[in-house]
């Protein structure tokens, strides 16, 4: 959902978190915030991360395997090339054909589903083909495999650098629909009672995943047990349940 040709320069930033108990200023876990999400995954200010899910159970996965978080920022077509390169070891919420690139990959853990949302007033959306030759509010850098698969070149993408300038352009009626995380639209309409959306259509249920850079500093053993641990003790669902 990530990686896809774009304008964007690449942003590498990067912010650390304080030490874990026991950790050593380079005993570090150097994570990827992707510049183009928004809440409830990512807060950015001045394009530092400052909060959302991502930080939250990153910073949960530092503090199992007694290590720092250190983040590191970058445009979502650049997570694939910071991530193989070892400028980073990992990322969470991703799909195994969101991004290109061999890594070592955790068990599902993020439910969330792809949606159609739109205006009040627009036409209906019952089918993805229906929104045959609509312009449809997307982000940079993301993929929209099963969105390409049924539309093909009548697919009109109309790009916003992240997912909150997707949503203002379909609030301020440039375009009438947008595909989006169900997760960040139930959040979104919570918090902003004025964001007056309607979810059309679900169509893709998943599971994200983390994945790690085989350069990665840290043993993908010793990452994946932390992780696993962050699932079974309810770890990861209280985090998930702070944004619900």
Known sequence: ???????????????????????????????????????????????????????????????????????????????????????????????????????????????????????LGAPPVRALSDLRDRPVGTVVGYRY?????????????SDSVTMEDNLRKLMAGSVRHTVIGQTTLAYHTRINKALKLRQDLVFASFKAQCAFSKKAGVPFEDINQAINGLIEDGSVEAILARYR
Not at 7 to 23: D, H, K, S
Not at 55 to 66: F, P
Not at 147 to 154: A, D, F, I, N, S
């Open 1 to 119: 959902m990530f990686k896809r040709p774009a304008c964007l320069l690449a942003l590498i930033v990067p912010l650390c978190a304080p030490l874990a108990a026991g950790a050593t200023p380079d005993a570090q876990l150097v994570m990827i915030a992707p510049l183009n999400q928004t809440m409830p995954l990512t807060r950015f200010q001045n394009n530092k991360l400052t909060g959302g899910i991502i930080k939250d159970l990153g910073e949960a996965i530092g503090l199992r395997l007694g290590r720092a978080i250190a983040w590191v920022s970058v445009s979502g077509d650049q997570v694939s090339a910071t991530l193989d390169a070892g400028k980073a070891d990992g990322i969470c919420y991703v799909r195994p054909f969101w991004i290109d690139g061999h890594f070592d990959w955790s068990r599902p853990l993020i439910p969330d589903a792809e949606v159609v949302a739109s205006q």
């Open 145 to 157: 495999p099963r969105v390409e698969q049924v539309l093909g070149l009548r697919f009109q993408r």
